[in-house]
């Protein structure tokens, strides 16, 4: 392949040719992006001003596609940018109507854009709505949670939540089926003293309801738990013909896990153990298992012995 060999004079007028039209394009750039032109961009609607005494539902998506006055530079930089638009509109005209016109609010739209980014119409323009009975509920609010405690603590009273309930403003028909309201997820990792935080509220997926409040403070109790164990007296329960059973032993040992904060209040009187009669008369058991009837909240029983008492029947 030959090899083309320019002389010093050639190469500066090349290289000066280069420069030129780089220059040129450049230039040639500048000027286009510089004119002005619209452009469609989308933009999420953030409603303001609704009504109080009518419930609402949108007929269309959220989003619409706005036409927008602006130059090259600003219709570049839209394209390139993923951040999402929002445009407020005003319901107050939905007291009385069932559609909102959006070009009607071009001008409080417009008086908050920049000077180059003026909105000239909306795809759709006209919103429609659809309405139903108003009502007001108050509903308690339900905790949703992912918590994992360190090794030997645990959670040692009920979760308190506050406020407890929270208030609902929406449409009758879908209020009336409420029971709950949830919060986002508590999620808390090696969890080794109490908690207190503050959480929000699950969003408001209608456009047409509200909440309130929207944020709830959150109260774990916890502690660090040991081991105990109380020999608990056995109650023999359903002798309905009044026989005289006897059984033994009349104490069972058990185990069980309890807090440190509680763990010298926590005595026989918090348990109680039972032996069913009726398993003998009905299903012809030779031994009884005990079962304990009560214990204390938030403790786990770790075992019992024996598991099982024998008895003993006198007419």
Known sequence: MAIIKLSATERRRLSAFFTCLILAIFAWVFTVLSNNYSYTVKQVLNFKNTPQKRAFHSLQSDTVNATVNG?????????????????????????????????????????????????????????????????VKRIPIQLVSAIKYKHQFMQSANITLNPAYVIVNGPANVIDNMTTWKTDTLKLDSVSEPVNTRLSLQAVREGNMSIYPKNVVVTVPVDEYTEKTLEIPVKLINNRDYDDVKIFPLKVKVTFTTSLNRYAQTDEDFFEATADLDLWRKHGYKVLPVTIFKSPTFSKIVKIEPQNVDFIIKK
């Open 71 to 135: 130059n090259g530079w600003q219709m570049l930089f839209s394209k390139m940018n993923n951040e999402v638009n929002t445009v407020s509109i005003d319901l107050r005209s939905l007291e009385s109507k069932s559609y909102v016109v959006l070009s009607s609010q071009l001008n409080q739209i417009n008086n908050k854009k920049e000077i180059g980014q003026q909105i000239t119409g909306f795809n759709p323009d006209t919103l429609y709505f659809d309405f139903s009975n108003r009502r």
